[in-house]
């Protein structure tokens, strides 16, 4: 059987001989093959090039989308940096005022720990993506927890400081705590010679030794219970501040208060003097707690008078 080709005609303008060009089909298959597949490896090529200048000009945006994130981790280690220097000095002042209010300073351990809160876990696909970024955020992270359990601890610590103070102000301004009058110690508390008797007795309070005249205060808020003459202690005073707590003041020269008269702290109650059995002008100060008397110097938290 013949086997079927395609003759092209080629006819030259200048009237030569027409020549003749046999084609079999299947040549003409493999060339129209050769030729789609030319035009399909040039589109790939073309999409991929394409491709990959998208994907270059992605990787620049996230290197840089990178770069800037680190700069903000950086921005926010000092930002961490300068709030943990802020919270320690709070926890610092913190234990100033549990001081002041009476209650015991909080434990190093304590203060660690902070209130609440378990420390935080890294994203484990960020992990894969980019390892030390991740271990960075982790740790800021872990930092922010800490500092912020913190925080809470400050914030509970103050308020409960806040809460004594206010539950125990009252009983602070009827505490005893200033000196009653300028002068100097003469004779202390307990057992001492009877400067007139010239016998060993007990002192239940002290003298002080100072120019007749000068103002004696009462040392802390209460209301006057007695005020009169009493004895070889010549003109007193007594201040019950409520507590348990009185006052006792003698050989005064002048008192200015009456019985029931409510007083404050470094109000002026009379004049030191020397009323009763007494070798000079002093004042005999004491303090009894429940009935009990106890050492006035005690409960002098300043030397100073007003």
């Not at 919270?87 to 002041?100: A, F, P, S, T, V």
């Not at 660690?112 to 484990?124: F, K, Q, R």
Request: proline residues 4%; charged residues 25%; positive net charge.
């Amino acid at each position: 059987m013949t086997k079927k080709s395609w003759t092209i005609l080629i006819a030259p303008h200048n009237k030569e001989s027409v020549r003749k060009v046999s084609i079999r089909p299947g040549l003409i298959t493999f060339f129209s093959v050769l030729c789609i597949a030319f035009i399909f490896a040039g589109v790939y090529l073309t999409i991929v090039y394409w491709n990959n200048i998208y994907n270059l000009s992605k990787l620049a945006k996230l290197e840089n989308e990178n770069r800037l994130l680190l700069q903000k981790v950086k921005a926010v280690d000092k930002g961490i940096a300068q709030l943990s220097g802020k919270i320690g000095r709070l926890l610092e002042e913190n234990q100033q005022y549990r001081c002041i209010a009476g209650l015991q300073f909080l434990n190093e351990d304590v203060i660690e720990a902070g209130i609440g809160g378990m420390p935080p876990v890294g994203d484990p696909y960020l992990f894969e993506i980019d390892s030390y970024l991740a271990k960075r955020l982790q740790n800021q992270d872990t930092q922010l927890d800490a500092l912020l359990r913190k925080a809470d601890l400050a914030r509970q610590s103050i308020k409960d400081a806040i809460e004594n103070i206010k539950a125990t102000s009252d009983k602070w301004a009827h505490y005893p705590s200033i000196k009653p009058t300028k002068g100097y110690i003469s004779s202390g508390f307990g057992r001492r010679l009877h400067p007139v008797f010239k016998k060993m007795q007990f002192h239940s309070g002290i003298d002080l030794k100072t120019s007749e005249g000068l103002p004696i205060l009462a040392a802390a808020d209460g209301r006057v219970i007695q005020s009169a003459k009493r004895g070889g202690f010549g003109k007193t005073v007594t201040i019950d501040h409520g507590y348990g707590i009185r006052t006792f003041y003698a050989h005064c020269s002048e008192i200015y208060v009456s019985e029931g008269e409510p007083v404050k702290r470094g109000d002026v109650i009379g004049r030191v003097g020397h009323t009763g059995r007494t070798t000079g002008a002093h004042l005999h100060y004491e303090v009894h707690v429940d009935g009990v008397p106890k050492n006035p110097l005690n409960f002098i938290l300043d030397s100073y008078v007003p």
